[in-house]
């Protein structure tokens, strides 16, 4: 079974930049999609951007595209999110999913994802 921890959540300020991690226990990991959703207050869980098992593959949503890029390190067992150019509506809890390939429908779709982080806050002032 795979548990995830994500860290590098903090406050920075409009423009600047932070790295988020997502370090992976159990071996079948470097098997699994991996991928990123967001939650701000009052708002329902959003899709961020998520990577293929060989990480030859990556997706992003719209508002995302251009300043944040998934990475992994299957080596590691870690997943990453460079966050770039943030912005005040970034603001949210951000968290790591991981889940099997094989029963994966839609990477965008939260309740597809059977393994999740705890969630680290990712705050964004202007």
């Known amino acids: 079974q795979v548990q995830l921890v994500e860290s590098g959540g903090g406050l920075v300020q409009a423009g600047g930049s932070l790295r988020l991690s997502c370090a992976a226990s159990?071996?079948?990991?470097?098997?699994?999609?991996a991928g990123w959703f967001r939650q701000a207050p009052g708002k329902e869980q959003e899709f961020v951007a998520a990577i293929s098992w060989s990480g030859t593959k990556t997706y992003y949503a719209d508002s995302v595209r251009g300043r944040l890029t998934i990475s992994r390190d299957n080596a590691k067992n870690t997943v990453f999110l460079q966050m770039n150019s943030l912005k005040p509506e970034d603001t949210a809890v951000y968290y790591c999913v991981a889940e099997d390939p094989r029963t994966l429908s839609s990477v965008m779709v939260p309740a597809d994802f059977r393994t999740w982080g705890q969630g680290t806050q990712v705050t964004v002032s202007s």
């Open positions: 159990g071996r079948t990991f470097s098997n699994y999609v």
